[in-house]
């Protein structure tokens, strides 16, 4: 490990939001360690994807900063931001694939970006990636309208992993996808955090999804963080929101059916 | 061979060429030891994992951490992408055979919107609560009113320069005055109506063909299915109707511009007043040519509408789709503009011309 890998990837300094005359967020630090798999959760129009957004410099907070791997996201040179950019993945609800563009090409769009001119080198890499997200080569030359899902998500995280990120950001990594499959992304995401090494962010409402992956817990919730700890002592807490969120029925025979799935 | 150092994209790339120059020399070497690598990602593997010749070396000295990278390398095997079959002569005639089909699908298509809208509004005059009257109205305030600025422009500018340039003609063999003939005819028999057409069909045809686009991309026009509302009936028919109502206002709009801008050039070139101008207008214009440029107008704007319509429709929900349509739609809405407007010449060549 280098110095510049020890520093906190994730780091938000007082942070506030504004949307019109209503705040989102009021003055929110939060650090994220590395190597941890945060999930952030709240009930909706908390801004757990506002601030994920805010995070890869998507939006811009109406107070105080974020800071990635150290340094503020929009400091030092142009190629010193590309850099700092290169460092971070982001999986997106949707997937959002580039239609135009296959799934090689898709996967491949970031490396070639980089600079990887090498065409037998690019293919391997690709298919490379393509096995680390489990699916083969045939589906290389698919466009994105004519695959399913589940198999978007996937693509989509190859390509959010293509350029080897110490941070990845998953918004609602398993919206959308039934039980069986939702399951097996969990899986996938997390043999490739242990993996990788990788930092982990991910927004979800889905608590199978949380007690399987997250190692630690950010509650939002009227626009501050109320904790961020493990599971285990998030579920001590005592507060009318974790309350309703964690101690439902629904909720606990969801966060079993997680944790049995580690 | 002794390895050190990051062994990773953002190291590894910008010397490429060079590493693998030296990789392939040491390439025979029959032991390898990568204990000293402080960090080793799949590019850098690969690159390795390609001069040993997608096998390891007989003698190879792995920290435990390496591990996964170099198995993950000997998983994938010698996967390779599907091979595309070449392009072959029968091809480019099954290619010609497709296209001709795609023109047939789409004039099916078209008819079956034609159809369709008939069949709607049978049911519309026995049902008149249904009629989407607020649909009509806010699509005639989006491709009438909200038309005007730029179709006035436009038509100020064409107006100004056709004049300037004529005049220039008819001062150099003293026929002045035919320049109302000129405007007066040139504008609203023709050039009034094709000029407001191609403006519409660039400005509020795509606008159409897009945003039935979206609504298809996200599921819009399946809801709408769902409840049982016509997509035809609330969708297609406002805009078709609110554009064969809004293209005659726009050319008479847009032809009363341009003939505006022909008199103040003609007023500052040939010192001709406007009193004169407007005087000599009828006189050189038969009333029936504004009766064919309007009747023009209303054919242009529902040929224009139908066609955004036909191809709005047919948009997949990708953006590559969304963006091949619409362009689609304006490239043949303004050609099925200027074909009709042939037809409109040839069928009307015994009306409205003074001099035959």
Known sequence: ?262 | MVLSGDWTLSVLNPRCVDIRRQLEAASGAPAWDLAGVSRLDSFGALLLWRAWGRRRPPQLVLPEALESVFNRLADLGDASLPVEPPYRFLDATAHLGRLLLGLVRHLGHFVVLLGQLLLDLLYLLRNREHWPLHEMSANFYKVGVKAMPVTALVGFLIGVVMSYLSALQLRAFGADTFIVNILGLGIIRELGPVLVSVLVAGRSGSAMTAQLGVMRVTEEIDALTTMGVSRYVRLVLPKVVALTLAMPLLTLWGSSVAIFGGMVSANVQLDMSFDYFLNALPRAVPAANLVIGLAKGAVFGLLIALVACHFGLRVKPNTESLSANTTASVVTSITVVILVDAVFAILTRTIGLPYR
């Open chain 1, 1 to 262: 490990m280098n110095a510049a890998t020890n520093k906190v990837p994730v780091e938000l300094k007082g942070l506030s939001t504004r949307f019109g005359a209503t705040w989102v967020h009021r003055n929110i630090d939060l650090a994220v360690p590395v190597g941890e798999v945060v999930a952030l959760v709240g009930g909706s129009g908390t801004g757990k994807t506002t601030l994920l957004r805010q995070m890869v410099g998507l939006l811009q907070p109406a107070e105080g900063e974020v800071r990635l791997f150290g340094e503020p996201l929009f400091a030092g040179s142009r190629a010193e931001q590309l850099a700092r950019r290169r460092r971070f993945g982001m999986l997106f609800q949707q997937g959002a694939l580039f239609s135009a563009l296959n799934v090689f090409a898709n996967v491949a769009f970031p490396l070639r970006e980089f600079g990887v001119r090498d065409e037998t080198m690019l293919r391997d890499l690709v298919l490379l990636k393509l096995a680390m997200v489990e699916l083969g080569p045939e589906v290389a030359l698919r466009m994105p309208a004519e695959l399913s899902g589940g198999m978007i998500k996937r693509v989509a995280l190859a390509r959010a992993l293509a350029l080897e990120p110490e941070l990845l950001l998953l918004d609602e990594p398993t919206a959308g996808l039934d039980p069986d499959r939702s399951a097996g992304f969990v899986r996938l995401i997390r043999a490739l955090q242990k993996a990788l090494g990788l930092t982990v962010i991910l927004v979800t409402h889905d608590l199978d999804t949380l007690a399987a992956l997250a190692t630690r817990v950010a509650v939002l919730s009227e626009g501050r963080i109320l904790a961020f700890a493990p599971l285990d002592e998030i579920m001590t807490v005592q507060d009318p929101f974790i309350e309703r969120f964690f101690h439902s029925e629904r909720s606990q025979a969801a966060l079993a059916r997680g944790r049995s799935e580690v």
